[in-house]
Structure formats: structure tokens, C-alpha cells
């Protein structure tokens, strides 16, 4: 695992002790790694959606009922 040495604006820091004192992480490196990984999930979500609309967009119009796109756009988020 990398080492790194980072600064936090005193109300960040406060928020991420107040984590880690409430006992919600064991120690702030936890935590960090924890909301990076949230950002990297988030990031390919929001990733695959503008693929989506990209190909939706150059794709034309479908027959499809809302309720069929959704259920289909949900099931392909699950995988």
C-alpha cells in the first residue's frame, strides 16, 4: 500500500475524526480509502450512463414502453 501525507481544511478534518471517534471507521486512512472507492463506483455509474445516452442519442427513437426501458436499464446497473 502507498504512503501519502495529505492536508485537510479543519472542518473536513474535524468531520473525519468525528468518523472515526463515533467509531463509524477504525482510523481516517479507512475512511479515505472508503470515500475514494464511493467516487470510483460513482464515476463508472455516471460513466456508463452518458454511454447510454450517447448511443440512445445516435440511435433514434424506440418502441420500447418506459416501463421496459427502465426495467432494462435497471437489470444492466446489476451487473
Known sequence: MNRQSISFTEPNDKWLRTQVDN????SKSELINDL???A????RQIDWISLKL?????S????DSKEQILIKSKSLLND
Do not use: D, I, L
Not at 470510483?40 to 464515476?43: D, G, L, V
Not at 450517447?54 to 445516435?58: I, K, L
Open 23 to 26: 467509531k463509524e471507521y477504525s
Open 36 to 38: 475514494v472507492r464511493q
Open 40 to 43: 470510483r463506483k460513482q464515476q
Open 54 to 58: 450517447e448511443s440512445a442519442e445516435n
Open 60 to 63: 433514434g427513437f424506440t418502441s
